[in-house]
Nanobody, 128 residues
Framework: EVKLVESGGGLVQAGGSLRLSCAGS????????IGWFRQAPGKQREGLAW????????YYADSVKGRFTISSDSATNTVYLQMNSLKPEDTAVYYC?????????????????????WGQGTQVTVSS
């Protein structure tokens, strides 16, 4: 059974940093793409960053490019989201999601509907 558990959220002042973790079990990171998404109150879920160890690539949404970094550790089956220069508008529940690698892929899936497995989310609150 594929399971994802996020951790590392919390309250931070604007300009600060947090590192979120997404611990996976029941699968190997080499076989899956992982994405980070967030959802603020009253807003649609937004994709932030995506990575695939097999393809060796990572993508970022324009809203976080240069501030957030996605990385993975295959030894612990964990994907991280390092978030720097946080802003109040980054306040949201952050989710990681996984989808099994498809041989027809030419690029990473980035849409919410592309992902089959989701964690429970972790709250990030940035105060001004």
């Amino acid at each position: 059974e594929v399971k994802l558990v996020e951790s590392g959220g919390g309250l931070v002042q604007a300009g600060g940093s947090l590192r979120l973790s997404c611990a996976g079990s029941g699968f190997s990171l080499d076989e899956y793409a992982i994405g980070w998404f967030r959802q603020a109150p009253g807003k649609q879920r937004e994709g932030l960053a995506w990575t695939s160890e097999r393809l060796g690539i990572s993508y970022y949404a324009d809203s976080v490019k240069g501030r957030f970094t996605i990385s993975s550790d295959s030894a612990t089956n964990t994907v991280y989201l390092q978030m720097n220069s946080l802003k109040p508008e980054d306040t949201a529940v952050y989710y990681c999601a996984a989808v099994q690698y498809g041989s027809a892929w030419r690029s990473l899936p980035t849409e919410e509907d592309d992902y089959d497995y989701w964690g429970q989310g972790t709250q990030v609150t940035v105060s001004s």
